[in-house]
């Protein structure tokens, strides 16, 4: 659960949240709910997901 307190301008306080729900990768994961996923689609999608992630960490091994 996230909380954010409020002092004086929501504005303010809505970017942080919304910041917040960014950074904590709920706003991807309630974009990603808002229809149904085939499985086919999902496994096709965790796959990309997981090249990405390993394609990234081959880039920062490659830097140091």
């Given at each position: 659960?996230?909380?954010?307190?409020?002092?004086?301008?929501?504005?303010?306080?809505?970017?942080?949240?919304?910041?917040?729900?960014?950074?904590?990768?709920?706003?991807k994961?309630?974009?990603?709910?808002?229809?149904?996923?085939?499985?086919?689609?999902?496994r096709?999608?965790?796959?990309?997901?997981?090249?990405?992630?390993?394609?990234?960490?081959?880039?920062?091994?490659?830097?140091?």
């Amino acid at each position: 659960m996230i909380e954010i307190e409020v002092r004086g301008d929501i504005e303010q306080a809505i970017r942080l949240l919304k910041k917040k729900m960014q950074l904590d990768g709920m706003k991807k994961e309630l974009k990603r709910r808002e229809y149904y996923e085939k499985p086919s689609d999902k496994r096709r999608r965790k796959q990309a997901e997981s090249k990405r992630k390993i394609r990234k960490l081959m880039m920062r091994t490659e830097r140091d």
